[in-house]
């Protein structure tokens, strides 16, 4: 089984920049193929999609209306998904999580059954 826990969140002025950090544990998980992303939700919406990327693969994948701002990286030694998120603005203000599945079509469908308690992102005016 597979624990994350998600870490970064913070307060930010409109302009800067946050990295969120995704740690994953679990003495019988394996990272090999398995897709890991992040997710975005504030109270009342719909959870949506900010980035994915493959373990033991180079694919990557960000949402189109956040490429050119926001980076998903990984750090296989310390079991830990990154994303870098460069000029902030107010409406990226919401809760972040970081979930897995077998593929990123899987994972982009947002479909996962157990989801953490995310990390704070605000970003002030």
């Known amino acids: 089984q597979v624990h994350l826990v998600e870490s970064g969140g913070g307060l930010v002025q409109a302009g800067g920049s946050l990295r969120l950090s995704c740690a994953a544990s679990?003495?019988?998980?394996?990272?090999?193929?398995?897709?890991m992303g992040w997710f975005r939700q504030a109270p009342g919406k719909e959870r949506e999609f900010v980035a994915a990327?493959?373990?033991?693969?180079?694919?990557?994948y960000v949402a189109d209306s956040l490429k050119g701002r926001f980076t998903i990286s990984r750090d296989n030694a310390k079991n830990t998904v990154y994303l870098q998120m460069n000029s902030l603005k107010p409406e990226d203000t919401t809760v972040y999580y970081c979930?897995?599945?077998?593929?990123?079509?899987?994972?982009?469908?947002?479909?996962?059954?157990?989801w953490g308690k995310g990390t704070l992102v605000t970003v002030s005016s």
């Open positions: 979930n897995t599945d077998s593929s990123i079509s899987r994972l982009i469908k947002g479909g996962m059954d157990d």
């Open positions: 990327i493959i373990w033991g693969g180079s694919g990557t």
């Open positions: 679990g003495r019988t998980f394996s990272f090999s193929g398995v897709a």
